[in-house]
């Protein structure tokens, strides 16, 4: 009895219970005794499994909280004092430009980006901008160096610590086009670009289940948690997992987004993809077009989420156009990406902002000009510095 009630099949437990009333005098009430008991010992399990995906969830940050503070220390420990003659150079080349150094010291990393930290002030009343500060070590070094994002402008009278780093190869440009669904005063879409100190370019995408104030609340926390994450120098990956952890902790049942990244590396060109449940992505390079899918399952589903990932080598003039899944769905159906390919290479303008808005509205073409989810087109363009 009980392991057909566990079935759930509607016609086995009608016969079952007909059986049983052959064999009992008060089957009736025996059934409804082993229902409801089945049903708290089946509330019970759901129960106890969701414990365990909490308890997981937070050992698996606690677990990423202490790489990530292992990998701190591990920074402080690679600020060394610049060695004399280097130290003399810097302070050489820049006393002509009116800058006093004081202390000079380098990080050099394991994958080879340098890092400079300079004590100075200026003199004399004098203020000399911090890209030309970065212009005379870039000479010294024999690499182009740069200041970090979020540094002061200029050189004053006051000694601080500026922070320069080895620039980077190529610069990104970003552009969006956006629908929100018929109907509906808010979009469900949410995404987030952004550069980080260590030359990467981080992109997300995030798409909340369903429309209007709810998805675009799910999908904002999760672009609002990666941001935080990869801002606190996490891997992609390891971000994504701590962003599910977080919705499956939160426990919202029927609540989940997908979760699309790309993350580029500006030195290097390298762009690593990550996905869970997100619509396809596809890269643009002159007269080709590349689809990269995804089959995994949205953030916030189960504890144990496995993403879709990839890579690619991006080079002068590639594009990276993300989307959601509302502009795929109003393709003609089971040919979604070969019509967005054909969409991708026939939309010549080579501005960002104007190609994603071309490829939105020629998708519209395909729905009647009409938005029957929420649409957004992310387009990424990488160029040469």
Same mark, same amino acid.
């Given at each position: 009895?009980?392991?057909?009630?566990?079935?759930?099949?509607?016609?086995?437990?009608?016969?079952?219970?007909?059986?049983?009333?052959?064999?009992?005098?008060?089957?009736?009430?025996?059934?409804?005794?082993?229902?409801?008991?089945?049903?708290?010992?089946?509330?019970?399990?759901?129960?106890?499994?969701?414990?365990?995906?909490?308890?997981?969830?937070?050992?698996?940050?606690?677990?990423?909280?202490?790489?990530?503070?292992?990998?701190?220390?591990?920074?402080?420990?690679?600020?060394?004092?610049?060695?004399?003659?280097?130290?003399?150079?810097?302070?050489?080349?820049?006393?002509?430009?009116?800058?006093?150094?004081?202390?000079?010291?380098?990080?050099?990393?394991?994958?080879?980006?340098?890092?400079?930290?300079?004590?100075?002030?200026?003199?004399?009343?004098?203020?000399?901008?911090?890209?030309?500060?970065?212009?005379?070590?870039?000479?010294?070094?024999?690499?182009?160096?740069?200041?970090?994002?979020?540094?002061?402008?200029?050189?004053?009278?006051?000694?601080?610590?500026?922070?320069?780093?080895?620039?980077?190869?190529?610069?990104?440009?970003?552009?969006?086009?956006?629908?929100?669904?018929?109907?509906?005063?808010?979009?469900?879409?949410?995404?987030?670009?952004?550069?980080?100190?260590?030359?990467?370019?981080?992109?997300?995408?995030?798409?909340?289940?369903?429309?209007?104030?709810?998805?675009? %609340? &799910?999908?904002?926390?999760? /672009?609002?948690?990666? @941001?935080?994450?990869?801002? #606190?120098?996490?891997?992609? *990956?390891?971000?994504?997992?701590?962003?599910?952890?977080?919705?499956?902790?939160?426990?919202?049942?029927?609540?989940?987004?997908?979760?699309?990244?790309?993350?580029?590396?500006?030195?290097?060109?390298?762009?690593?993809?990550?996905?869970?449940?997100?619509?396809?992505?596809?890269?643009?390079?002159?007269?080709?077009?590349?689809?990269?899918?995804?089959?995994?399952?949205?953030?916030?589903?189960?504890?144990?989420?496995?993403?879709?990932?990839?890579?690619?080598?991006?080079?002068?003039?590639?594009?990276?156009?993300?989307?959601?899944?509302?502009?795929?769905?109003?393709?003609?159906?089971?040919?979604?990406?070969?019509?967005? %390919? &054909?969409?991708?290479?026939? /939309?010549?303008?080579? @501005?960002?902002?104007?190609? #994603?808005?071309?490829?939105? *509205?020629?998708?519209?073409?395909?729905?009647?000009?009409?938005?029957?989810?929420?649409?957004?087109?992310?387009?990424?363009?990488?160029?040469?510095?």
């Amino acid at each position: 009895m009980v392991r057909t009630l566990e079935e759930g099949d509607e016609e086995k437990i009608r016969v079952l219970r007909g059986e049983w009333m052959g064999a009992c005098s008060r089957s009736a009430q025996f059934f409804d005794v082993v229902n409801e008991d089945f049903r708290e010992e089946r509330q019970n399990l759901v129960w106890d499994n969701r414990m365990i995906e909490s308890r997981l969830a937070v050992a698996q940050q606690l677990s990423e909280v202490a790489r990530i503070m292992e990998n701190v220390a591990e920074d402080l420990y690679d600020i060394t004092c610049a060695d004399p003659q280097f130290r003399e150079d810097v302070k050489k080349a820049l006393r002509k430009k009116h800058v006093i150094v004081k202390n000079v010291w380098v990080m050099d990393k394991v994958e080879g980006k340098r890092r400079i930290f300079l004590n100075m002030r200026s003199r004399s009343g004098q203020c000399v901008s911090m890209s030309e500060a970065a212009q005379i070590l870039s000479g010294i070094c024999g690499t182009p160096m740069a200041p970090v994002t979020g540094s002061r402008s200029i050189v004053n009278g006051d000694f601080h610590t500026a922070h320069f780093a080895e620039d980077v190869s190529y610069q990104v440009m970003y552009g969006v086009a956006r629908l929100t669904k018929e109907q509906e005063k808010v979009s469900g879409d949410n995404y987030i670009c952004r550069q980080e100190e260590d030359g990467r370019f981080f992109i997300c995408l995030s798409d909340g289940m369903g429309s209007g104030m709810d998805a675009f %609340k &799910e999908s904002e926390i999760v /672009v609002e948690l990666l @941001e935080q994450f990869m801002e #606190s120098g996490l891997s992609q *990956e390891t971000a994504a997992r701590m962003v599910n952890s977080a919705l499956v902790l939160k426990g919202r049942d029927g609540m989940f987004s997908t979760v699309d990244i790309c993350a580029v590396d500006l030195y290097t060109g390298i762009c690593n993809f990550l996905k869970a449940g997100a619509s396809s992505t596809f890269i643009k390079r002159d007269h080709w077009v590349e689809s990269i899918a995804s089959e995994s399952l949205a953030a916030g589903l189960v504890q144990q989420l496995d993403f879709d990932t990839a890579s690619r080598k991006l080079y002068h003039g590639d594009y990276v156009i993300m989307m959601t899944d509302g502009v795929l769905d109003a393709l003609p159906t089971d040919r979604e990406e070969e019509t967005m %390919k &054909e969409i991708i290479l026939d /939309v010549h303008e080579e @501005e960002p902002r104007e190609l #994603s808005r071309g490829i939105l *509205e020629r998708v519209l073409g395909y729905s009647d000009y009409r938005a029957r989810d929420d649409m957004t087109v992310l387009v990424a363009g990488m160029w040469k510095k």
